[in-house]
């Protein structure tokens, strides 16, 4: 049951963007996306409820493609503090939170 | 913010020991609490739901009465890891839902190494 991301890692400079996607084999009530730094619990970044949803704060946003059962996390101007483990989190039914394979995001000076 | 504690942070262990963890909701009444295990640059993978007032919910392959999961109060739930052996080392993580549209919080995790 567990989705997958692309890319696995991705290096980036600062300013620059990149997009993760996360796909699921099953049809998706929700989709969730984390961060994760090393050795901390993942902080909760946003949710997507419908199918079409878009939704961003600051320079992150994230979109939800209920038909394709996939969801992208778009990162604008990347920050040093972006740099950590990207996770999708898929419920496809009630309640139970599957994460995704990751995505290990490194931003340089 | 929402807060769960998680306790301890970090455990070492001899094999064949149990160890428990803890995870208290201080500021929101949790009917369930997610439990997760995390190895070393791999995902986290979902354990157990664990609900107050009743049985564990486990996912396939995980065993039962090697991890023994307790929700007696609304606001604890403790992962016991019985019988601990060397591959059970890893990182536990709880984690709870905060309502429709709000995601879930963690704990801040408990590493276990078991010698």
């Known amino acids: 049951q567990q989705p997958v991301q692309s890319p696995q890692a991705v290096i980036l400079r600062e300013g620059e963007d990149a997009v993760i996607n996360c796909s699921s084999s099953?049809?998706?009530?929700?989709v969730h996306w984390y961060r994760q730094k090393h050795g901390e619990a993942p902080v909760f970044l946003m949710i997507?409820?419908?199918?079409?949803e878009q939704k961003g704060h600051e320079k992150i946003s994230a979109s939800f493609n209920e038909k394709k059962q996939q969801s992208s996390l778009y990162l604008t101007a990347s920050q040093l503090s972006y740099s950590g483990t990207y996770f999708c989190?898929?419920?496809?039914?009630?309640?139970?939170?599957?994460f995704g394979t990751g995505t290990r995001l490194t931003v340089i000076p | 913010g929402a807060v769960v504690s998680q306790h301890p942070s970090w455990v070492i262990c001899k094999s064949g020991t149990s160890v428990k963890i803890e995870c208290r909701s201080l500021?929101?009444?949790?009917?369930?609490m997610f439990w997760y295990r995390q190895f070393p640059k791999q995902s986290l993978m979902l354990m157990a739901t664990?609900?107050?007032?009743?049985?564990?919910?486990?996912e396939q392959g995980v065993e039962k009465d090697k991890f023994l999961i307790n929700h007696a109060s609304l606001t604890l739930s403790t992962l016991t890891v019985t019988s601990a052996h060397p591959e059970d080392s890893s990182f536990y993580i709880c984690?709870?839902?905060?309502?429709?549209?709000?995601?879930?919080?963690f704990g801040s995790g408990t590493r276990l190494t078991v010698v």
């Open positions: 989190g898929t419920e496809a039914g009630a309640n139970n939170l599957f």
């Open positions: 099953k049809a998706l009530y929700s």
């Open positions: 997507l409820l419908k199918g079409g």
């Open positions: 500021d929101f009444q949790a009917t369930t």
């Open positions: 664990s609900n107050e007032g009743s049985k564990a919910t486990y």
């Open positions: 984690s709870e839902p905060r309502g429709v549209g709000y995601g879930y919080t």
